[in-house]
Structure formats: C-alpha cells, structure tokens
C-alpha cells in the first residue's frame, strides 16, 4: 500500500513566523488531503489537493503529483494553529472510495 | 460541517464484553469508513463500506466487524474487546469514488479496561 511521510514531526513556532510541512507519498493517489486536529481531537479539513496550488487565508498548499509530494504553508501563524497537522493520500478506486494513509504528522506548537 | 454523528462519544468497557460504536450521517454519501487513533499515530484504516449491506477489510480489521443495513448508519462491532482496542475511533464519509473528498466525524474515544 501507499506508504505516507511528514516532516518534520515537531515544530516549534514564536507568533507570527512562517511554516512549510511536507509530505511524501510512495506512489501515484488520486487523493490527498491535509487535515488540522485541534487540542480537542477534532479532525478540521484544510485542503483536499491532489494536484496544483490552493490558498484559504493565511493557509496554501501545493501538490507535486509527478514528484509525489504536498507541501502546506503557514504564513503569520496564531496560537490557534497549534494542534497536529496530517496529511492523508489515497488511489481509491471507484469501488472502495476515499481509503487514506495517513502520515504520523506534525506536531506544531505556536508560542505568543 | 458534514453531517456526521458518532455514539457515544465516550465508553468504558471491561475486557471481554461485546461493544458497538455507531456512526449516523445526513449527506446521503455512498462511502463510509472506520479509522482508529493511537496516541503519536496518524489514523489507520479499520473497515469501510461502498454501499448498503457492501463492506470490506482494511489495514487493522483483526477483532472488528462491521454491518451497514441503511446509507446513513454505518456500526463498527467489537466481538470481545481487549485492552488493546483503547483506542480513539473516528467515523468517515465520502461521496464518491475515485478519490473524493472525506469529512470526519469527532471520534470516539474508548478505554477498555
């Protein structure tokens, strides 16, 4: 199967710097997702982004399908994006839908 | 946010004794999923549907059936649990195939003591 890799898995951020996470993904998905657990276990969905460049606010993401690998940046990041961000891929036929792999992702923590 | 609702959102169960985990969705969406969360992990596939009554297997199965009798309710069966089942459990769906979007529901968290 799809085997899923972030870096890094910690990371440590003052109140208003940048970020760039990245994932790896072992071969080619039709699927990828990234996704924010917040301190209450809530998976938040951030981007459903297989291929090409997305943005939501202080948020953008970028997939490289050919390269196999998604990047997601935070800019001018908050306390509130503290939480654990993953990153899940899938090939997904039609008979068996959206089955992701997640990564073990990364643990960011942003400090006032 | 996905209409997705999972019952109970907490439970404690002893070793041994059969437990059901319900996932109830209002979208009307053709696939649903069952992962489970251990602590420094991401979430790993348990079963999924592709349709009433049409499920199947997927990465940690062992010890865990499922049953889909109506679109909107999917239920992930402990036989016997074991203490290695404590675990956070979260509710998937999805609306198609071929890679479409999944929403998740907001866990369950089980102790088997």
């Known amino acids: 199967g799809i085997q899923v890799e972030q870096s890094p898995p910690d990371l440590i951020l003052q109140e208003g710097a940048n970020s760039t996470l990245r994932c790896n993904f072992s071969?080619?998905?039709?699927?990828l997702q990234w996704f924010h657990q917040n301190p209450w276990g809530q998976l938040i969905n951030l981007f459903y982004?297989?291929?090409g460049t997305k943005q939501n606010g202080r948020l953008s993401a970028t997939t490289v399908a050919t390269e196999r690998y998604s990047l997601l940046y935070i800019s001018s990041s908050q306390t509130t994006d503290s939480g654990v961000y993953f990153c899940a891929a899938g090939e997904s036929p039609e008979t068996s839908g959206s089955r992701l792999t997640f990564g073990e992702g990364t643990q960011l923590t942003v400090n006032p | 946010d996905a209409g997705i609702t999972q019952s109970p959102r907490h439970k404690v169960t002893e070793t041994g004794t059969p437990v059901t985990l319900r996932c109830h969705q209002t979208e009307n969406h053709r696939y649903m999923y069952w992962y489970r969360q251990d602590p420094g992990h991401g979430l790993r596939l348990i079963h999924y549907s592709y349709g009433v009554k049409d499920t199947d297997k997927g990465e940690v199965s062992d010890g865990y059936s499922v049953s889909r009798s109506k679109t909107e309710d999917f239920l992930l069966t402990l036989e016997s649990a074991t203490s290695s089942q404590t675990s956070v459990y979260f509710c998937a769906i999805s609306e198609s195939g071929q890679g479409a979007e999944a929403f998740f529901g907001q866990g369950t968290r089980l102790t088997v003591v």
């Open positions: 071969d080619s998905v039709n699927n």
């Open positions: 982004i297989p291929s």
